[in-house]
């Protein structure tokens, strides 16, 4: 079969079939895409300006933040152009980048979460060693090892994705274009692409997960071997913040990608998408500012400064 998807693009249903509710989930999309980009751009200047937050923990922060907000823009603006009006197309062109990038950085931000964990567990097993070991070159060096592997993973699937027979109505049931939606969406042989997406969940996602609850294992032992009270919340503190940014897109990303194939889990995993896609990128800032107080104090420090520029 010829693939009739290149010359009209897709439509992007999202949540066509419930369309009262399609304004509430504009309104939550639009005010979640404001907070990410406030929270995540707060983030990255008071990591750039505040010097007590150049630390490596920080520099990994920064980038998830960074990689936050590319993650966001390249689907809401679309999503909230279908939500608010008939009009659900997408160019197989805009498809195929929102595609690209998606697949990109959703692969960094796996890796990244890994590296954050390796950092949380040497700064609590082995405080002593610490500036050692996570010296700014390894930094440099891990942050970009996460970054390559996304972009390889996108240029490895993107094209065997796109190369794919689909079917003359070009209707995805997603609101964005990702692999398994596209893969539905195929009338042809899809499972060279199925086992492509099976291998690549266990390395992007099984593997990561696995040395990031093996982390906060041995954290969790070294953690419980500190005598006071005082010194096991402070380690446990410094480690709260990544380990629930970790549930909330581990939890929602399974959800998409390892879904057994039944129309209930398909919709369900649509939810789970808009919130790992929208979500999760705006409750990252609020969940590293609330419960941490470095960034507090760095955001106060940085409005004392303004205020004092604005007296004088």
């Not at 539905?184 to 042989?189: I, M, P, Q, V, Y």
């Not at 692409?193 to 906060?216: D, G, K, T």
Request: charged share 10%.
């Amino acid at each position: 079969m010829v693939n009739q998807s290149s010359p009209m693009g897709f439509l992007l249903l999202g949540f066509s079939e419930h369309p009262a509710l399609e304004r509430t989930l504009f309104v939550v999309v639009f005010t979640s895409y404001l907070l990410t980009l406030v929270g995540n751009t707060l983030i990255i200047l008071l990591s750039v300006l505040d010097p007590r937050l150049h630390s490596p923990m920080y520099f990994f922060l920064s980038n998830l933040s960074f990689l936050d907000l590319c993650f966001t823009t390249t689907c809401v603006p679309q999503m909230l152009v279908n939500l608010w009006g008939p009009k659900k197309t997408i160019s197989f062109l805009g498809c195929s980048v929102q595609l690209f990038i998606f697949l990109s950085l959703g692969t960094t931000e796996c890796i990244l979460l890994t590296v954050m964990a390796f950092d949380r567990y040497v700064a609590v097993c082995q405080p002593l060693h610490y500036a050692t070991i996570i010296h700014p070159r390894l930094c440099w060096q891990l942050a970009s090892v996460a970054w390559v592997i996304g972009l390889v993973e996108s240029v490895v699937q993107t094209p065997s994705t796109l190369r794919l027979p689909f079917c003359p109505h070009r209707q995805v049931d997603d609101f964005v274009c990702e692999v398994p939606a596209l893969i539905r969406l195929s009338c042809g042989d899809t499972s060279y692409n199925e086992i492509q997406m099976a291998v690549a969940s266990v390395f992007i996602l099984v593997v990561p997960l696995s040395l990031i609850l093996v982390s906060y294992g041995a954290i969790t032992r070294a953690v419980l071997r500190i005598n006071s009270a005082k010194g096991r919340r402070k380690a446990f503190g410094t480690c709260s913040s990544h380990l629930a940014v970790v549930t909330l897109f581990y939890s929602s990303v399974i959800a998409v990608y390892l879904q057994p194939k039944n129309p209930y889990a398909q919709e369900r995993g649509k939810f789970f998408g808009l919130f790992y896609a929208v979500g999760t990128p705006s409750l990252n800032p609020l969940i590293y500012t609330l419960r941490n107080k470095e960034v507090t104090r760095a955001f106060r420090r940085l409005l004392g400064k303004e205020t004092g520029l604005t007296q004088s």
